[in-house]
């Protein structure tokens, strides 16, 4: 154990210090969707294992999640039909959110297809890569809101609630903007594209807000709800809500099989669930205990032999 922590210490040098750690990889190297390396490259130094031998292994709730398939989107309809049963005003509630949670999905559907896939291509990297890269500079910006908006208890309002929204979306540009320069992507070849969403983004985060605000009891389910019903465009959708505390981490996604680049390294060196708790926090006035992300995914797997209900949206096992 003692030459495992002093590998790890000596890598985790080595990438932020290694004069092309933060090359991307080009078309000669790379596939447009590569299989996972088997070798880890740190600025001129390779090592030829898995460093993930070295390292606690722990449950990813994406992973999880995705593995349910089709029983994790029949649980969050059903979980939300009940709600919508209470009483006509949380029903009401139930259908702004889910419709927009759709229009969400289905713009980002529509710009991966018409625009983002082909841009990848032309660029040699995958919409994978250009996900993780997000990750970490969303990370950032949520570090900066952390800083700005330390402040309060509770549930913020309505008022405030738009302000942090507003600067969230402002603050997302220049991250944006980073991991497309990153590689190479001009930005007018993209940021056009990504406003379309952002009005989305933005209805979701407040429609999500009115609704916990008047049933602050619905929170875990209406935020579990969103992290399954993004996954079929979780690559784009995960980093970008998880800056509004869509989920169990912030932007950034645990490590869980395998470290396969030098960015990825880089989730260790922050906790990612304390920033998810103070997304939601400061977002929704309360945040979600993290065994009750899985204690939810428990629930959905129990569903396996209940019959199919319509499914909110086309799909569950995409993406990630």
């Known amino acids: 154990m003692r030459f495992g922590a002093a590998v790890f210490s000596a890598s985790v040098v080595l990438c932020l210090l290694g004069p092309v750690a933060g090359r991307p990889p080009t078309p000669e190297n790379q596939d447009i969707d590569p299989p996972q390396p088997k070798q880890l490259v740190f600025g001129y130094f390779s090592l030829p294992f898995n460093l993930q031998r070295f390292l606690p292994s722990w449950p990813d709730f994406w992973d999880e999640a995705q593995n349910l398939g089709q029983r994790a989107g029949n649980y969050v309809e059903s979980e939300l039909e009940k709600q919508s049963e209470r009483s006509k005003e949380i029903a009401q509630k139930v259908s702004e959110f889910k419709e927009a949670m759709r229009s969400l ?17 032309e660029h040699g990297v995958s919409l994978r890569q250009i996900s993780e890269k997000m990750s970490i500079e969303l990370n950032a910006t949520l570090t900066q809101l952390q800083l700005e908006f330390s402040e309060g208890e509770g549930s913020p309002g309505y008022d405030r609630r738009v302000l ?6 402002e603050l997302s540009d220049d991250a944006l903007i980073k991991t497309f320069d990153y590689f190479n992507i001009p930005a007018d070849k993209t940021q056009q594209h990504l406003d379309v969403i952002k009005p989305h ?7 999500t807000g009115n609704f916990v605000d008047a049933h602050p009891q619905a929170l875990e389910l209406v935020l579990f709800s969103a992290a399954i019903m993004l996954i079929p465009e979780s690559l784009i959708l995960r980093p970008i809500l998880g800056l509004f505390g869509f989920g169990p981490s ?10 396969n680049s030098p960015w990825m390294l880089l989730t260790l060196l922050r906790p990612t669930d304390s920033a998810a708790s103070w997304a939601q926090r400061r977002f929704f006035g309360a945040f979600v205990e993290k065994g009750s992300w899985f204690a939810r995914l428990q629930a959905a797997g129990m ?17 990630l």
């Open 303 to 319: 569903t396996a032999k209940l019959p199919a209900i319509r499914p909110i949206l086309g799909g569950v096992g995409l993406g």
């Open 201 to 207: 983004v933005r209805h979701l985060v407040l429609a």
């Open 105 to 121: 999905v289905n713009s980002t559907e529509h710009l991966r297809h018409t625009a983002l896939e082909s841009i990848a291509r």
């Open 250 to 259: 912030g932007p950034l996604k645990r490590l869980n099989s395998r470290l």
């Open 164 to 169: 942090m929204v507003d600067r969230a979306l």
